[in-house]
């Protein structure tokens, strides 16, 4: 728990201090640098890798460690075997005809950590229903030895108007 939580801080620290340099010291808009382009082919990849269930593809891109972080839909998972056995794997083995595609992916590198930020949607067939998604997210992906591996994953959806009530009768 001590370790989850100094590497959590690290990830905090680490992207506000990117954050900073990115809006505030670095100098205007620039072209894209080659590990930033790397780092939008890999986010790309686990989308196409997830609608095509190909959890080979899934392992490769992913660090397959216990720092491994992803919050989703007010869940969270620890570590790429609680993620991948808890999570993933379940819910790809569950929907059909999925399409998940992300866009105004923007990808920012500091060394060996990098941060991203994107819209997704997803769609698809699950319990004999057709669904259809869409949202935000944020990935940090960190260089171990020389490729780029997700390390962290945080998506969330719109939420839910509540259901109207029926005014009382007077």
């Known amino acids: 728990m001590k370790r989850k939580l100094i590497i959590g801080l690290a990830i905090f620290a ?3 201090a990117m954050i900073l340099n990115s809006f505030w010291l670095a100098p205007a808009a620039s072209a894209q640098t080659n590990d930033e382009k790397e780092v939008i082919k890999i986010l790309r990849q686990n989308g196409d890798a997830f ?3 190909d959890l ?3 392992e490769k891109i992913w660090s397959n460690s216990a720092d491994v972080t992803v919050f989703e839909s007010g869940h969270a998972n ?3 075997t609680d993620y991948r056995d808890h999570h993933l794997a379940p ?3 569950e929907m059909k005809n999925t399409k998940y595609e992300f866009s105004d992916i923007k990808a920012k590198v500091s060394q060996n950590l990098a941060y ?3 819209k997704y949607t997803i769609s698809g067939d699950a319990a004999g229903k057709h669904f259809d998604g869409a949202g935000l997210a944020t990935a940090v992906l960190e260089k171990r030895d020389g490729n780029w591996k997700i390390v962290h994953w945080h998506s969330s ?3 839910r108007q509540p259901s109207s009530s029926p005014s009382p009768k007077g």
């Open 91 to 93: 819910e790809m083995k």
């Open 78 to 80: 620890y570590g790429w």
């Open 56 to 58: 080979a593809t899934l």
């Open 157 to 159: 959806a719109p939420r």
């Open 51 to 53: 609608a095509k269930n």
């Open 14 to 16: 680490a992207l506000g």
């Open 116 to 118: 991203a930020t994107m």
